[in-house]
C-alpha cells in the first residue's frame, strides 16, 4: 500500500438526504476511486454535522458503500471521540489509534478535540504526544494528520480557534526525526507552507471551503474546489491535492 488520501470536514448528515455534504462526499470518494484502486483512507475530523450515534453509523455505512479500503478516523471539535471509540470497538466505525506502520512510514493520528478556549479551538494532550513519540520507529519517514492546524492561520476569527498549545507542540513536533508531513483540517481551505524538513499542509472539506479573505466572521465560499490530499508513500514522501467542481 503506498496512498494514503486525507478526507476532512465532511460534516456529513444523515438526516437530511438533500444535505449537499452527502452529495460532495459521493463525488470525493467516485475520484477517489476513478484515480486508485488501492490505498488506506484517513478522515481527519469535523466527520458529521452531529455526533451522535446516527450520524456516525450513516457515514461508516455511506463510505463503506464506496470502498472497503483500510481507514482510520481522528475527531475534530465537532466530534464526539468518546462515541468513536465505542463504535469502533464494535466494528461499526474506523479504527481509532495513535500509530499506524505503513512500510516505511509511522502515521501518527492525533486527537486534538478537546475544547479550547473559544468555541471550535482545540487542544493536544501533550503527555500523552510525548508517549506517542516514543513508540516511532527512528529510522522511519512520519507522517501527522491533526484536525487542528498548529499554528495561526487564515482570517482573523479563525485564528482564535486553531491549536491553542500549538507552540509548545510544535516544539515538542520538532523533536521527531524524520518528520516529512504535517497534515490537518478545520480550515476548510487549502494552505501549505514549509519549514525545514517539514511540509505542513491543509485539507480541503469534502463539504465547503470558507472564505478566508472575510475577517470578520465565517463565510461559506459554496464557489470554490472541494477536494483531498493524497500522499505517496515510498522511499521518501510526496503529496498532491486534487480539487473538484462543486455542483
Same mark, same amino acid.
Given at each position: 500500500?503506498?496512498?494514503?488520501?486525507?478526507?476532512?470536514?465532511?460534516? /456529513?448528515?444523515?438526516s437530511d438526504k438533500s444535505h449537499k455534504s452527502r452529495e460532495h462526499l459521493s463525488a470525493v470518494l467516485e475520484e477517489i476511486n476513478r484515480r486508485?484502486?488501492?490505498?488506506?483512507?484517513?478522515?481527519?475530523?469535523?466527520?458529521?454535522?452531529?455526533?451522535?450515534?446516527?450520524?456516525?453509523?450513516?457515514?461508516?455505512?455511506?463510505?463503506?458503500?464506496?470502498?472497503? =479500503?483500510?481507514?482510520?478516523?481522528?475527531? $475534530?471539535?465537532?466530534?464526539?471521540?468518546?462515541?468513536? #471509540?465505542?463504535?469502533?470497538?464494535?466494528?461499526? /466505525?474506523?479504527?481509532?489509534?495513535?500509530?499506524?506502520?505503513?512500510?516505511?512510514?509511522?502515521?501518527?493520528?492525533?486527537?486534538?478535540?478537546?475544547?479550547?478556549?473559544?468555541?471550535?479551538?482545540?487542544?493536544?494532550?501533550?503527555?500523552? &504526544?510525548?508517549?506517542?513519540?516514543?513508540?516511532?520507529?527512528?529510522?522511519s519517514n512520519k507522517l501527522v494528520f491533526i484536525h487542528h492546524p498548529p499554528f495561526k492561520i487564515g482570517a482573523e476569527w479563525f485564528q482564535k480557534?486553531?491549536?491553542?498549545? $500549538?507552540? #509548545?507542540?510544535?516544539?515538542?513536533? =520538532?523533536?521527531?526525526?524524520?518528520?516529512?508531513y504535517l497534515a490537518y483540517g478545520h480550515c476548510h481551505n487549502y494552505f501549505v507552507k514549509e519549514s525545514g524538513p517539514t511540509v505542513f499542509l491543509?485539507?480541503? =472539506? =469534502?463539504?465547503?471551503? &470558507?472564505?478566508?479573505?472575510?475577517?470578520?466572521?465565517?463565510?461559506?465560499?459554496?464557489? #470554490?474546489?472541494?477536494? /483531498?490530499?493524497?500522499?505517496?508513500?515510498?522511499?521518501?514522501?510526496?503529496?498532491?491535492?486534487?480539487?473538484?467542481?462543486?455542483?
Open positions: 500500500m503506498n496512498k494514503i488520501i486525507q478526507i476532512s470536514d465532511s460534516h /456529513f448528515c444523515a486508485y484502486d488501492n490505498y488506506v483512507l484517513v478522515f481527519s475530523g469535523d466527520l458529521v454535522m452531529k455526533p451522535n450515534q446516527e450520524h456516525y453509523l450513516a457515514l461508516y455505512r455511506f463510505i463503506r458503500e464506496y470502498t472497503q =479500503s483500510e481507514a482510520y478516523a481522528i475527531p $475534530g471539535n465537532h466530534d464526539d471521540i468518546s462515541l468513536m #471509540r465505542k463504535l469502533a470497538s464494535q466494528d461499526e /466505525f474506523f479504527p481509532i489509534q495513535d500509530i499506524v506502520e505503513i512500510n516505511n512510514t509511522d502515521v501518527v493520528l492525533l486527537d486534538s478535540s478537546t475544547p479550547g478556549e473559544h468555541l471550535g479551538g482545540g487542544k493536544i494532550d501533550l503527555a500523552h &504526544f510525548e508517549k506517542v513519540k516514543m513508540k516511532l520507529r527512528k529510522e480557534i486553531c491549536l491553542d498549545n $500549538g507552540e #509548545r507542540f510544535m516544539e515538542s513536533l =520538532s523533536q521527531i526525526d524524520n518528520l516529512k491543509s485539507c480541503p =472539506s =469534502s463539504w465547503v471551503q &470558507f472564505d478566508h479573505s472575510c475577517d470578520e466572521t465565517i463565510r461559506y465560499d459554496h464557489d #470554490r474546489e472541494i477536494g /483531498f490530499n493524497v500522499f505517496s508513500l515510498s522511499d521518501e514522501i510526496s503529496h498532491e491535492t486534487i480539487t473538484l467542481p462543486v455542483s
